[in-house]
């Protein structure tokens, strides 16, 4: 089971859908682009504590976060 986790102010949100079902899949994609188009930055785990930021939908990656824009100043 992958999984994508949207990090917001108050914590996080979890999605999990199965690589190998298509509608899932899609909908996974879909919650992709929805998000980087909101302009949260998408990172695929690759181990403990390291990550790889993504412009892409990875439909293999097993865990996927995104971060909100950071606003400061």
Excluded: W
């Amino acid at each position: 089971m992958a999984a994508q986790i949207v990090m917001d102010q108050s914590g996080d949100t979890r999605f999990f859908f199965n690589h190998s079902d298509a509608t899932e899949l899609a909908s996974a994609e879909k919650r992709f682009m929805e998000l980087t188009g909101a302009g949260f930055t998408a990172a695929v785990r690759l181990g403990p504590g390291e990550c790889r930021a993504v412009k892409s939908f990875d439909g293999t990656a097993e865990e996927t976060l995104f971060y909100p824009r950071l606003i400061g100043g």
